[in-house]
């Protein structure tokens, strides 16, 4: 190939990460997994989830112990990027060419499908993806498919193989548009045997693929090629804007944030009325000069064109109208329902057009992708990875559209090949054997005292059962070392740490707002913030006073507040659970302060009840008592004041609550926060000014 390009263009090259000696001491499955880990760490080389690798590589067949060779490809669902070996499928490959004798052309490919588990070597439980033949049928012994943005800027585009030819001469060919599938293999083993000179070949409005005769090799020239195609599209930079002009100014930073934490529970609303679903919010350059400029609305209509882009972002994106120099936010809000309405229509009078007798039935109509010019872009989808993957796919179509609009004219997939692929009956067989979702799945849930041991418990439970938490404490230290704890078990996606101050009313209404931008909105709110002391009334100080009700009576009522008002904006209903204590409902001498506050809660709560129930929010009350481990509450004073009450030392004090309890059991975080996930669960759904007494007996607080 051509000499790479000047330094300037070299900034953007993809760089060559091989490692020989790593290399070295790796067998040649663990050199696949390798070389796609490489590739799957870059998003211009492609996006999570997308693409795949393979090697046919020599093995013992377990029934014969004769070498055969055997196709080690990237299985279903898998992702290049972070796989491990057990993310390839494998398959004998003297059988899985035997299958083309048995092809009964185009129109019948799908059947193949069902053919490749009898192909499998080794007894290997990972399922064979659509692209099992494009890698299967090809005489080469190391085989790459991404979607790059430069080559996908060029798959895409009106004259793309003209492009193709300009930028790479012989060296990559081109074959039109094909569903991926068994055709498209038997296209691609064609195109191979007929160019036997060639590296690679650009599939039209999907993406490429290359080859090699060593791992290595196979990993260089994709790189190759992608790079030259980034550098070729760099040297046509300049002149007019391939988005157009700008068209509004986009806002500031925290007025981004402003607008999307006002417009995401709103839009949540309107589409989780039978599934609930999490947003994400991008606000990234890529975003900013697309949603700023006058094609937004041409180029969006257009819908994506790599077939991954397209199954995460759906046929096209929502556009928001927006002026957000001269329109507020409360304007935005005013037109969200009738925009909402609009394009379930429209997507209703796509199923129409395009369905099929056989098409499975219409699924969710709402968007996925939605843009507010000069604010950036919403997605949507059942769980925080999924939205979060879904923009970034998205971002991958922004960059394609921008390069194709620079060299020629963009296009998207036709929409009736658009409907195939997304209506594609195999991909409904794939949707259907998706497990069931979680209890708590969707749903969004914000805790306050989340750095403790109640509340690390609680944020464990619920994001078990599916939700995505937001860890709020006043303690940054163990905020953010609860939030690595519970990121390790539910991934990183699912939960973020906000420090809060209970006592702080701007506090608490940051907390909110973050929460509505980075989740999209909220289902679970759990006041659990804390302090305890102890004091005889006349040693009681006003000091100490105040600081109860700050924290347990004020910052409950600051708290309650703000989730109720995410909550209406919503209309979905919801949770609020405070956890209270034994001391809510019965005395104790020595602790007024405590005691009394406390009760506010319980009452509190009863208020909420009332107000809420129209709404479908239900409020309830967990009672815990002499939960010591994992509490920072009686890691202080508070220990040794109760220890000196009962004249023992503060080691003493588990057994001496144990013992004091009816059933004689102590109580940990972990039997709290299995009261507040049935408050908060789908079990509940009837209850609501309830208490639950988590104290293993106490006589004098039962309720009344």
Not at 160 to 176: A, C, M, N, Q, V
Not at 181 to 201: D, S, T
Request: aromatic share 8%; hydrophobic share 40%.
């Amino acid at each position: 190939m051509e000499s790479m390009p000047s330094a300037i263009e070299k900034a953007l090259l993809l760089e060559n990460k091989w490692d020989d000696a790593h290399a070295s001491r790796l067998s040649e499955p663990e050199i696949l997994r390798y070389r796609s880990n490489l590739l799957g760490s870059d998003k211009r080389i492609t996006n999570y989830g997308g693409g795949n690798t393979s090697s046919k590589i020599s093995m013992t067949d377990p029934l014969t112990r004769q070498q055969v060779p055997v196709l080690w490809v990237k299985g279903s669902g898998g992702d290049i990027g972070t796989m491990g070996l057990d993310g390839f499928a494998t398959l004998n490959m003297d059988k899985l060419r035997s299958l083309q004798a048995l092809y009964r052309g185009q129109q019948f490919e799908d059947e193949m499908v069902d053919m490749y588990p009898h192909c499998t070597h080794g007894l290997n439980p990972r399922a064979a993806s659509i692209d099992t033949p494009l890698h299967g049928l090809l005489d080469k012994l190391h085989v790459d498919h991404m979607h790059p943005d430069a080559v996908i800027a060029i798959a895409a585009s009106a004259d793309s193989r003209e492009l193709t030819r300009k930028i790479y001469g012989d060296e990559i060919g081109w074959l039109p548009w094909v569903r991926p599938g068994f055709e498209l293999g038997v296209r691609l083993q064609r195109f191979v045997r007929e160019n036997p000179r060639a590296k690679g070949v650009v599939l039209e409005a999907h993406g490429l693929f290359t080859w090699g005769d060593t791992q290595k090799q196979c990993y260089e020239t994709t790189l190759e090629v992608i790079n030259r195609a980034i550098a070729w599209l760099a040297e046509q930079a300049g002149g007019k804007h391939p988005f157009g002009a700008l068209k509004v100014a986009p806002l500031p930073p925290e007025k981004r944030r402003e607008i999307a934490a006002t417009v995401m529970p709103r839009i949540r609303g309107l589409i989780s009325a039978t599934v609930p679903k999490i947003g994400h919010f991008d606000d990234s350059p890529a975003v900013l000069e697309f949603v700023s400029r006058e094609k937004l609305e041409t180029l969006a209509a257009m819908g994506t064109s790599c077939p991954d882009h397209f199954l995460r972002t759906k046929i096209r994106p929502l556009v928001l109208a927006f002026d957000p120099a001269a329109e507020t936010a409360g304007e935005l809000l005013f037109r969200l329902a009738k925009a909402v309405e609009a394009y379930r229509a429209d997507y209703q009078a796509y199923y129409e057009r395009c369905k099929r007798p056989d098409s499975p039935p219409m699924r969710d109509p709402n968007a996925v992708v939605y843009l507010i010019p000069g604010v950036g872009m919403i997605t949507f989808a059942g769980d925080k990875a999924t939205a979060r993957i879904s923009g970034e796919f998205y971002v991958n179509a922004i960059n394609v559209m921008r390069e194709s609009s620079r060299v020629s004219t963009y296009r998207g997939l036709p929409e009736q090949e658009a409907f195939d692929i997304e209506y594609w009956l195999l991909e409904e067989a794939k949707l259907q054997r998706m497990p069931k979702p979680k209890a708590l799945a969707g749903r969004i849930a914000l805790i306050t005292g989340a750095g403790g041991g109640i509340g690390q418990a609680t944020a464990k439970r619920l994001m078990d059962e599916g939700a995505c938490v937001v860890l709020c404490d006043i303690d940054r230290e163990a905020l953010e070392a609860a939030r690595q704890k519970l990121a390790v078990g539910a991934g990183k996606d699912n939960v973020q740490a906000l420090w809060s101050d209970v006592t702080q009313e701007s506090s608490i209404i940051q907390a909110f707002h973050d929460t509505n931008w980075l989740f999209g909105g909220l289902d679970i709110c759990v006041s659990n913030a804390g302090i305890a002391s102890a004091a005889p009334i006349e040693d009681t100080t006003l000091e100490l006073w105040q600081r109860n009700m700050d924290i347990l009576s004020t910052g409950y009522f600051l708290v309650s507040r703000e989730a109720v008002r995410t909550l209406k904006a919503q209309d979905l209903g919801g949770c609020l659970v405070l956890v209270g204590s034994k001391n809510a409902l019965a005395a104790s001498p020595g602790a007024a302060a405590y005691c009394t506050a406390k009760a506010s809660e319980l009452h509190l709560a009863r208020c909420l009840a009332l107000e809420g129930a129209p709404m479908g929010i239900r409020v309830n009350v967990v009672n815990p008592d002499a939960v010591l481990r994992g509490s920072h509450i009686w890691q202080g004073e508070w220990a040794d004041q109760r220890a000196q009450q009962y004249n023992a030392t503060p080691e003493d004090l588990e057994s001496i609550y144990r013992e004091r309890s009816l059933l004689k059991r102590s109580v940990f975080p972990e039997d709290v926060a299995e009261a507040i996930a049935f408050f908060v669960s789908p079990r509940s759904a009837k209850s609501t000014g309830n208490i639950i007494n988590v104290d293993a007996g106490n006589a004098a607080a039962f309720t009344r």
